[in-house]
């Protein structure tokens, strides 16, 4: 399979074809030339090409139409203007009707080359997240109707619609932080890259690179420029999780990039400069981590700028029933199943579940009972052993220990439903429960006909 980045050039100087098809054919690219506008936009209709250099001045229509043209048939197509040396009024026109960017003659086959690759990677990358968004019907919207969710709503909105540039997720882990990075990224940008970056999982001795990208021959085996995660966020998020991973030796550059967000590739003579809002993301305590000196604290104190926190789900109680439905309904349409349905004495055992690992592990039991029981009733014997055995969540307790735990349980409700003159919402809004939840617990510890 040919991965070559094949090049539409649309210029009416054929040796300056001939010479950047020379120039970039070293570089490993297919290089076709058009040597008129309307030659142009026929050899994109055939070529399909990766990336179009499109010179300002052609001899039959200028080269701002062509531009037009060309964006109305191909959006994604990345396209490079072309200008004479002082024409940049004219370039910078072109940019502001779609063209990705503009170099002018008589130019370095170096920065051309930079300018390609920078070009289709980022186009790539755009095209990756689209798919996966629309591939992707996890990241909806937040699902809970507790106080918790509804004041994380109100963070992500007022942290979205602000100006800061630096904002710092907290919570356990498997608690949704990159749902909530998301949702960070959309109140702000509407089609722009979101770049996500796990800390944890990139090698210790290349996360420079991949951060800040690399010139050629930077290091061993770079033999050609690299683009780092920095670049392609440019004008979108950056999103980095896992951030109390990264390397204490790296965390100076880092620091210095939020600063004033330049930054210096590897191996590169100078610096560059992305404008991107930053979303960092941990399940650390990262003032621990200061205390110990694994981590910076000015690092720390310049990603704590805009904190948002994310509670667990055992302090969730009333979502867990929503949590259960949106899952169920989620994953019978990736199966192409009816939803599978839970029995009560199913719900009221995991909602008194404290789900370690939060909505992570709440959504891979859904997906397993679905796969497994398509459609079916669900009852408690069909759950993973964890969830009934005492190994974790509801521990295995001696009779008399059960029965004065649900003697206090008792009491608790009754006090709840006096206080509220046995009206049901307002008690379940004392407990901190959904009322279907309460009506359960009414039902298991039979006060239907109390009061």
Known sequence: MNNAISVLVIDDERNLVRSIGFSLKDEGMQVTGAYTGSEGIESAKVLSPDVVLLDLGLPDISGIKVLVQLKAQYP????????????????????????????????????????IRRSTERIRMLREIRFLRERNTETGPLVGSSKEMSMLRTAIELVGQSSGKTVLITGPSGTGKALVARALHDFRFTNAPFIEVNCAALPEQLIEAELFGAERGAYTGANQRRAGLIDLADGGTLFLDEIGEIPLHLQAKLLSFLENRNYRPVGAGRERQANVFVVAATNRNLKEDVDSGVFRADLFYRLNVLPVDIPGLSQRDRDVILLLTHFSELFAKQEGCEPIQLEDSVLSLLEQYDWPGNIRELKNLMERLTILYPGKQITVDMLPVEFHSGKRGVPEVKDD???????????????????????????????????????????????????
């Open 401 to 451: 220990y059960r029965e004065a735990v649900e003697d206090h349980e008792r009491q608790l409700i009754l006090d709840a439903l006096k206080e509220s003159d046995w009206r049901k919402g307002l008690a379940a809004e004392k407990l901190g429960i959904s009322r279907h939840a309460l009506k359960r617990r009414i039902q298991r510890l039979n006060l239907e006909n109390e009061g």
């Open 76 to 115: 994604d197509l990345p396209v490079i203007m072309i200008s004479a040396h002082g024409d940049t009024r004219s370039a910078v026109k072109a940019v502001k009707e779609g063209a990705i960017d503009y170099i002018t003659k008589p130019f370095d086959v170096e920065e051309l080359v930079l300018l």
